[in-house]
Structure formats: structure tokens, C-alpha cells
């Protein structure tokens, strides 16, 4: 398997570099289904410390160590730009990345990402049952406990320090995403826990971007829409 220093990642496909950056508690299984389906490009996907087979390190989680990460990675495989697709917490690192080392982003996929924490960010408590479904959130549990080498019992950690990051992170102000000048594509499910405003927010402050509101699909669309989303991440990526 390979890793560069303690980060595992992984590499399919051939052609030019796509990083694929996951959610919180998730690996890089969660965006295997798009993955796969990719042609054309070399899909590169880096899992955090405490996520996947990469191993926790101490101290609290940031998305700006996320950055620090990515680019470290980019670095040692000698890439020196990428498309970004970002997942949730990828996706949040994918914005910083964008905002703050432009000339490393060729363009990015800013799939269920946020801008900042709040509750108007979110859909209401009432609706988080259908924009979190059982059924993949056991899933994700399960991989966690199947590929982490510090061990199941870990999780409880790791759980408290992606909450404690949520709790105050991202802090992105809106207006910044002006400056974007790659192509951006914005995605969501129209079920998803990030509610509507929030991702239109997203979309209407980034010139020129385009937005993606994916049918049928929660929180967990990477997952539930792959062949969907594949295609969407197909013609985006041979568009720009």
C-alpha cells in the first residue's frame, strides 16, 4: 500500500492529476464509486491522520493542517498542480486550498463543503435524519473500524476532535470567494444537511461557477448517486 511518510493514499487511473479529498470520519473508500469511473485521469486520493489506514497524530484537527497535508503530498509526488474534488471536510480544505494557493488548483469540486459553522448552515435538527441516512453512516463506521491502525478503540477520539473542529471551523468569509478564478463546480444533494441558502450562498459568490443540486441524494450523495455524480465530475473535468 503506499504512503508518503504516515499519509496513505492511493492512485487510479492515468492522465492528468486529480485529488479526491474526503469527509469527516470517512477514507478514501467513500469516493472509490467515482473514482472508478473516472477516465482520463490520474485520481489521487490522500486520507487525513485519524481517517483510514493513516494514523492519528497528536494535537487538535485543523482544515488548515489539512492544507499543510495536501500540499506536502502534491509536493512529494511532484504534482504541481491538481483538479480538487472535496468531499465535506474535503471540500472545505479543497476552498482554503483554492483561496490560499491558487496557482496549485487547476479547478475544484466543492461537493456538501460549508463556509462556516451556525446553525442556519445547517437544515434544521428535525430534517437531519433524512440528510443522514442510517444505513451509510453504518457503513462509515464500519470502515473506520476496518482500517485504522491505531484501532475501533481510537474512534472515540477522533470523534472528539472532528466535533471540536466543527464547532469553530471553517471561518470563511463569502465575500473572499470573489477572488476565485479557476473553474469551480458546486455540488449538494437536495436532501443534504448543508441547507439550500448555504450552498446557494456558496455558488452565487464564486464568478462564473457552476452548481449542481443532486436529485434524490443526502449528505451521503457521493455514495448513494455515484454513477450521477461520475458523470457531472466527468464533463466538468474535460470542460475545463
Not at 486529480?18 to 478514501?28: I, N
Not at 472509490?32 to 494514523?55: D, F, K, M, N
Not at 479557476?182 to 462564473?208: E, F, Q, Y
Request: with cysteine.
Amino acid at each position: 500500500m503506499p504512503f508518503i511518510d504516515a499519509t496513505y493514499y492511493d492512485v487510479t487511473g492515468a492522465g492528468e492529476p486529480v485529488l479526491f479529498l474526503h469527509g469527516g470520519f470517512c477514507s478514501a473508500e467513500v469516493m472509490r464509486g467515482l473514482s472508478q469511473q473516472l477516465s482520463g485521469y490520474a485520481v489521487h486520493a490522500p486520507e487525513r491522520p485519524g481517517h483510514g489506514r493513516t494514523p492519528d497524530r497528536n494535537g487538535d484537527y485543523h482544515y488548515a493542517d489539512g492544507v499543510i497535508d495536501t500540499l506536502a503530498l502534491m509536493d512529494a509526488l511532484d504534482i504541481e498542480s491538481a483538479h480538487l474534488v472535496g468531499y465535506s471536510d474535503g471540500a472545505d480544505v479543497g476552498m482554503l486550498m483554492a483561496l490560499d494557493h491558487p496557482h496549485r488548483v487547476r479547478s475544484l469540486v466543492h461537493i456538501s463543503g460549508n463556509l462556516r459553522p451556525g446553525d442556519d448552515v445547517y437544515r434544521p435538527e428535525a430534517e437531519h435524519a433524512a440528510a443522514l441516512p442510517a444505513a451509510e453512516l453504518a457503513w462509515v463506521e464500519e470502515d473506520r473500524a476496518r482500517l485504522s491502525p491505531d484501532g475501533p478503540e481510537h474512534a472515540d477520539v477522533v470523534t472528539a476532535k472532528v466535533l471540536a473542529m466543527w464547532a469553530t471551523e471553517p471561518t470563511i468569509e463569502p465575500e473572499s470567494l470573489a477572488a476565485l478564478t479557476m473553474p469551480v463546480l458546486v455540488m449538494a444533494g437536495d436532501r443534504d444537511v448543508i441547507a439550500p441558502d448555504h450552498t446557494a450562498l456558496i455558488h452565487r459568490s464564486i464568478p462564473g461557477a457552476q452548481l449542481a443540486i443532486v436529485p434524490a441524494a443526502s449528505h451521503m450523495l457521493i455514495m448513494e448517486r455515484p454513477v450521477l455524480i461520475g458523470h457531472i465530475l466527468q464533463e466538468f473535468l474535460d470542460s475545463v
